[in-house]
C-alpha cells in the first residue's frame, strides 16, 4: 500500500474528528449535554451515531477476517450483532430511556434502591468497557502498520489522543455528532471499493475459491463443519451476540440521549436498517478474500483482507486509493466506537468515584483519561488478539450480566438487590473467567474448551438463574416504590402519572 496516501487518509479522519468534536465544546456547558446531550438528540442523527460507534474494528475488519478463514458458520456475529437490536427494541429501549438514568448504575439503583447494586454495576461497566477498548486500539495499530508501516502502538496511541480531545471537548454532544459522520464513512469506504472489486471479479470470469487456490470449497461453505463441537459453538454465539447487545454500555448510554421512549424505539428500528445494510459489505469483502487473498488465512493476518484486497485484485494507482480509503474508514471505526465506549467508562467512573472531590463536568473529564490510558496500555503489553474473537468475548460477558438484570429489573417486579448482585457477579465470573482462560490460551481441548471459547450458552442462563433463585429466597427485601419505577419504565411520558422525582442529578 501506498504510505503517504494512507497518512493523508488518517490525518483527515482525525482532523475531521478533532474539529467536530471542538464545534461541540462550543455548545456543550451543562452536567446532562456531557452525559445525554440534553437528551435532545432526534432518531435519524442518534441512529447515524449508534451505527457509528456500533460498527467497531470488529465489524470492519474482524468479521470479513472470520468470513475468509471460517466460512459460513461466521455469518452468525453479523446476522446476531444486528438483530441484538431487535430485542432491544422489543424489551429494553424505551423503559430504560423512560428511567431517567445517565447510566446503567443509575438505572441499577433507582429501579433496585441499592448503591451495592450500583457498584457492582459500574466495576462490570468498566471491565467490558476495557475489553471492548483493547482490540480497538490494537486494530488501530494492525491498520496504521499495514499501511504505512509504523510501529504498532502507533495507531492506539493516535486513536487513544484523538478519542481524548474530543471526548473531553464536548462530552455525549460532541461524539454524537462525530460518531454520525463516521458511520457514513465507513459504509461510503466499504462501499466503493467493493462496487470496483466485484466488477474486477465479474471480469475475470466469477470464480470460485476452489477454482481459485483448490481449497475446500465446500467445508468452507457448509455450517456446522471444519471445527470441534461446531453445533455448541454456534448456538453459543448466537446467545452472546443476540443477548450481549442489550448489555454493551456504549449501546445503551446512547438511548438516554432521546426525547422520550417513543423516539428510542423509532432509533432503535433505524439503526437495524443501518446494520443490516452494513454487514453485507464485510461478509463480500470475506468471500472476495477467500478467493484473491487465501494466504491470509496461513499467516494469521485475516483482519488484513479489508485493507489489502484492493492492491492485491486492481493493483496501480486506483488500488492505492483505494486502500487509503479504506484505512480513513478503518479508522472511523476505531475513533467512534473508542469514543461512544470512553463515554460510557468515563460517565459510570466520574459519578461513583470522583464527583464528590470535583466538579461533574471536571469529574467526567479526569475519567475519560483514565477509562481511555489503562486500555491503550494493556494493548501494547499484550500479544495481538484476534480482534472479532476478543469483541464476542465482550459480547458474552455483557449477555451474562447486564441482560438478566436489564430484562428482570424492568419485566419483573420481583427482583431484589440480593437477587441482582449474585447474578451479576455469578455471570460475570463465569464469562470473565472464560475470557482469562481464553486470551492467556490456557483452555483445554474438547468441549471443556469449546465452552470456554463460547461460554454464553452457559453463562446467560446462569446469570438468569441466580437472580431468580436468591431473589425468590431474598422476596421481602424487594424494592419498597417498586410499584411506582414500574409505572415509570412501563407508561408514556405523555400520561399524568406520578413518577416518583429520582432524578441522576439528586441521587
Given at each position: 500500500?501506498?504510505?503517504?496516501?494512507s497518512?493523508?487518509?488518517?490525518?483527515?479522519?482525525?482532523?475531521?474528528t478533532?474539529?467536530?468534536?471542538?464545534?461541540?465544546?462550543?455548545i456543550?456547558?451543562?452536567?446532562?449535554?456531557?452525559?445525554v446531550?440534553?437528551?435532545?438528540?432526534g432518531?435519524?442523527w442518534?441512529?447515524?451515531?449508534?451505527?457509528?460507534e456500533?460498527?467497531?474494528?470488529?465489524?470492519?475488519?474482524?468479521?470479513?477476517?472470520?468470513?475468509?478463514?471460517?466460512?459460513?458458520?461466521?455469518?452468525?456475529?453479523?446476522?446476531?450483532?444486528?438483530?441484538?437490536?431487535?430485542?432491544?427494541?422489543?424489551l429494553v429501549?424505551?423503559?430504560?430511556?423512560?428511567s431517567?438514568?445517565y447510566?446503567?448504575?443509575?438505572?441499577?439503583?433507582?429501579?433496585?434502591?441499592?448503591?451495592?447494586?450500583?457498584?457492582?454495576s459500574?466495576?462490570?461497566?468498566?471491565?467490558?468497557?476495557?475489553?471492548?477498548?483493547?482490540?480497538?486500539?490494537q486494530?488501530?495499530?494492525?491498520?496504521?502498520?499495514?499501511?504505512?508501516?509504523?510501529?504498532?502502538?502507533a495507531?492506539?496511541?493516535?486513536?487513544?489522543?484523538?478519542?481524548?480531545?474530543?471526548?473531553?471537548?464536548?462530552?455525549?454532544?460532541s461524539?454524537?455528532?462525530?460518531q454520525?459522520?463516521?458511520?457514513?464513512l465507513?459504509?461510503?469506504?466499504?462501499?466503493?471499493?467493493?462496487?470496483?472489486?466485484?466488477?474486477?471479479?465479474?471480469?475475470d470470469?466469477?470464480?470460485?475459491?476452489?477454482?481459485a487456490?483448490g481449497?475446500?470449497?465446500s467445508e468452507?461453505?457448509?455450517?456446522?463443519?471444519g471445527?470441534?463441537h461446531?453445533?455448541?459453538?454456534?448456538?453459543?454465539?448466537?446467545?452472546?451476540?443476540?443477548?450481549?447487545?442489550?448489555?454493551?454500555?456504549?449501546?445503551l448510554?446512547?438511548f438516554y440521549?432521546n426525547?422520550?421512549g417513543?423516539?428510542?424505539?423509532?432509533?432503535?428500528?433505524?439503526?437495524?436498517?443501518?446494520?443490516?445494510?452494513?454487514?453485507?459489505?464485510?461478509?463480500?469483502?470475506?468471500?472476495?478474500?477467500?478467493?484473491?487473498?487465501?494466504d491470509?488465512?496461513?499467516?494469521?493476518?485475516?483482519?488484513?483482507?479489508?485493507?489489502e484486497?484492493?492492491a492485491?485484485?486492481?493493483?496501480?494507482t486506483?488500488?492505492e486509493?483505494?486502500g487509503?480509503l479504506?484505512?480513513?474508514?478503518?479508522?472511523?471505526?476505531?475513533?467512534?466506537?473508542?469514543?461512544?465506549?470512553?463515554?460510557?467508562?468515563?460517565?459510570?467512573l466520574s459519578?461513583?468515584?470522583?464527583?464528590?472531590?470535583?466538579?461533574?463536568?471536571?469529574?467526567?473529564?479526569?475519567a475519560?483519561a483514565?477509562?481511555?490510558?489503562?486500555?491503550?496500555?494493556?494493548?501494547?503489553?499484550?500479544?495481538?488478539?484476534n480482534?472479532a474473537?476478543?469483541v464476542?468475548?465482550?459480547?458474552?460477558?455483557?449477555?451474562?450480566?447486564?441482560?438478566?438484570?436489564?430484562?428482570?429489573?424492568i419485566?419483573?417486579?420481583?427482583?431484589?438487590?440480593?437477587?441482582?448482585?449474585?447474578g451479576?457477579?455469578?455471570?460475570?465470573?463465569?464469562?470473565?473467567?472464560?475470557?482469562?482462560?481464553?486470551?492467556a490460551?490456557?483452555a483445554?481441548?474438547?468441549?471443556?474448551?469449546?465452552?470456554?471459547?463460547?461460554?454464553?450458552?452457559?453463562?446467560?442462563?446462569?446469570?438468569?438463574?441466580l437472580?431468580?433463585?436468591?431473589?425468590?429466597?431474598?422476596?421481602?427485601?424487594?424494592?419498597?416504590?417498586?410499584?411506582?419505577?414500574?409505572?415509570r419504565?412501563?407508561t408514556?411520558?405523555?400520561?399524568?402519572?406520578?413518577?416518583?422525582?429520582?432524578?441522576p442529578e439528586?441521587?
Amino acid at each position: 500500500m501506498n504510505s503517504t496516501y494512507s497518512v493523508v487518509a488518517v490525518a483527515v479522519v482525525a482532523l475531521v474528528t478533532v474539529v467536530i468534536g471542538a464545534f461541540g465544546l462550543r455548545i456543550s456547558r451543562t452536567t446532562s449535554d456531557f452525559y445525554v446531550a440534553s437528551r435532545s438528540v432526534g432518531p435519524f442523527w442518534n441512529a447515524s451515531a449508534i451505527g457509528g460507534e456500533y460498527l467497531s474494528a470488529a465489524s470492519f475488519l474482524g468479521f470479513a477476517g472470520l468470513i475468509l478463514a471460517y466460512g459460513a458458520d461466521m455469518l452468525w456475529y453479523g446476522v446476531g450483532w444486528t438483530a441484538g437490536y431487535l430485542i432491544l427494541l422489543v424489551l429494553v429501549a424505551a423503559p430504560l430511556r423512560r428511567s431517567g438514568a445517565y447510566t446503567i448504575p443509575d438505572f441499577a439503583e433507582a429501579r433496585l434502591e441499592s448503591v451495592p447494586t450500583r457498584y457492582v454495576s459500574t466495576l462490570l461497566i468498566v471491565v467490558i468497557g476495557w475489553l471492548y477498548l483493547m482490540p480497538q486500539f490494537q486494530g488501530a495499530g494492525l491498520t496504521l502498520r499495514t499501511a504505512t508501516g509504523a510501529p504498532a502502538w502507533a495507531g492506539g496511541a493516535l486513536v487513544a489522543s484523538v478519542v481524548l480531545v474530543s471526548v473531553v471537548a464536548g462530552g455525549m454532544r460532541s461524539i454524537t455528532f462525530v460518531q454520525a459522520f463516521q458511520y457514513w464513512l465507513k459504509l461510503t469506504a466499504l462501499l466503493i471499493p467493493l462496487v470496483l472489486l466485484v466488477r474486477f471479479w465479474v471480469g475475470d470470469g466469477s470464480p470460485t475459491p476452489a477454482e481459485a487456490g483448490g481449497t475446500d470449497w465446500s467445508e468452507w461453505l457448509t455450517p456446522l463443519s471444519g471445527r470441534d463441537h461446531s453445533l455448541y459453538r454456534t448456538y453459543s454465539l448466537m446467545a452472546a451476540t443476540f443477548l450481549g447487545t442489550m448489555g454493551l454500555p456504549h449501546v445503551l448510554v446512547r438511548f438516554y440521549t432521546n426525547p422520550d421512549g417513543r423516539a428510542a424505539r423509532r432509533t432503535t428500528l433505524l439503526v437495524l436498517g443501518l446494520l443490516g445494510i452494513f454487514y453485507v459489505l464485510p461478509t463480500a469483502y470475506g468471500v472476495l478474500g477467500r478467493i484473491y487473498a487465501s494466504d491470509l488465512a496461513g499467516s494469521g493476518r485475516t483482519d488484513a483482507v479489508v485493507l489489502e484486497l484492493p492492491a492485491r485484485v486492481i493493483g496501480g494507482t486506483t488500488g492505492e486509493l483505494l486502500g487509503a480509503l479504506l484505512t480513513a474508514g478503518a479508522f472511523a471505526a476505531f475513533l467512534s466506537t473508542s469514543s461512544g465506549l470512553a463515554v460510557s467508562v468515563a460517565g459510570a467512573l466520574s459519578q461513583d468515584l470522583l464527583s464528590r472531590r470535583f466538579s461533574a463536568v471536571t469529574a467526567f473529564r479526569l475519567a475519560t483519561a483514565f477509562a481511555i490510558l489503562v486500555p491503550f496500555v494493556l494493548a501494547v503489553s499484550v500479544d495481538d488478539i484476534n480482534v472479532a474473537t476478543s469483541v464476542g468475548l465482550a459480547f458474552a460477558v455483557a449477555a451474562s450480566t447486564f441482560c438478566p438484570l436489564l430484562v428482570l429489573g424492568i419485566w419483573w417486579r420481583g427482583l431484589t438487590p440480593y437477587g441482582a448482585v449474585a447474578g451479576l457477579l455469578g455471570g460475570g465470573l463465569a464469562s470473565g473467567g472464560s475470557v482469562v482462560a481464553t486470551l492467556a490460551d490456557v483452555a483445554p481441548s474438547g468441549l471443556a474448551g469449546a465452552m470456554l471459547n463460547q461460554p454464553a450458552l452457559w453463562s446467560v442462563p446462569l446469570g438468569f438463574a441466580l437472580m431468580i433463585g436468591v431473589s425468590l429466597a431474598s422476596r421481602r427485601h424487594v424494592a419498597p416504590n417498586v410499584n411506582r419505577m414500574m409505572v415509570r419504565l412501563h407508561t408514556p411520558e405523555h400520561l399524568d402519572v406520578d413518577r416518583g422525582g429520582w432524578t441522576p442529578e439528586h441521587r
